[in-house]
């Protein structure tokens, strides 16, 4: 099948420091990849390599290619802002502008990048509401502030801001940890529909979250303090938690892992 993004033979550093090593790995296109593996061993890192968001951290650097349509996101011509819009972010805090209404916040990108028609952002406004289960919780107030919705209505918020600049893959660093049960499910609901139209990268700490929203899991793992972390294994979801090819892999899932 055609990859959406492929990793190949990633390094990622902080300064001196060599937070990960070596990773090659694919994402098919709609469909939903969970980054597990314990505290430390680079998945937040991993992640935001995958739209450039790691450069921005003084003294980070990136060694190896990530493709997106089989395009290097890190070819000299590539503007990063441009893959950002492209490759969406929502991270574990949900970071609403509390003060903007949350119309504006929705379409916050969007007017930045330039569109002033109000009837247009109106309409997008409500597309990207709908689109992350929200429309009908706030549709009588979006002009209210942002930071008045509770912290799961603000996490579809944020999602509603990444999906209003229309990207083509979403990625989600711990979206659900600051969240209640009920709000945790509805997100993980949302994310089954949304991979109907994007390709999404989740990172979580949840097995269970893992194993109910994701088509494939990554398993990250550090051999000890200070060393880089690696990719143990990229599989089948369904063979991960059952019958995983690493007993690494296995140890970790199980909750043998110390
Ligand atoms: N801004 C930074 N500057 C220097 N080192 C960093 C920075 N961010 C992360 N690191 C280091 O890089 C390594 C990987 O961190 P990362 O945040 O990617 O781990 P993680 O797997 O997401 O962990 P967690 O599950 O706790 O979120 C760690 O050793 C961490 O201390
Ligand atoms: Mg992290």
Redesign the pocket.
């Known amino acids: 099948m055609a990859k959406r993004i492929d990793v190949k033979d990633l390094n990622i550093y902080?300064g001196k420091?060599h937070?990960v090593d070596n990773v090659t790995l694919s994402v098919p296109p709609r469909s939903v990849t969970a980054f597990i593996?314990?505290?430390?061993?680079?998945?937040?890192?991993?992640l935001r390599t995958l739209n450039r968001m790691h450069e921005v951290?003084p003294g980070?650097r990136v060694d190896g290619e990530v493709l997106l349509d089989g395009e290097n996101i890190y070819a000299a011509n590539v503007d990063p802002v441009q893959v950002r819009r492209t490759i969406g972010m929502v991270f574990q805090r949900p970071n609403p502008f509390p003060t903007m209404s949350i119309r504006d916040n929705v379409v916050a990108g969007l007017k930045l990048a330039g569109t002033k028609n109000r009837k247009q952002l109106d309409e997008i406004a409500e597309r990207a509401l709908r689109g992350a289960n929200l429309w009908n919780e706030v549709k009588d107030r979006l002009n209210k502030p942002g930071g008045g919705l509770s912290g799961g209505q603000q996490q579809r918020l944020c999602i509603a801001r990444a999906i209003a600049v229309r990207p083509d893959v979403l990625l989600m660093d711990?979206p659900c940890s600051a969240l209640d049960p009920i709000s945790t499910l509805a997100i993980e609901d949302l994310i089954g529909e949304l991979k109907k139209d994007y390709t999404i990268v989740i990172?979580t700490?949840n097995m269970q979250q893992a194993a109910r929203v994701s088509d494939q899991t990554a398993f990250?793992n550090l051999a000890g303090i200070g060393q880089p972390?690696r990719l143990v294994e990229l599989n089948d979801t369904e063979k991960i938690f059952s019958n995983p090819n690493e007993k690494a892999t296995e140890d970790y899932i199980s909750g043998r892992f110390g």
């Open positions: 902080y420091f937070a593996g314990p505290s430390g061993c680079g998945k937040s890192t991993v951290i980070a711990e990172v700490h990250f972390g």
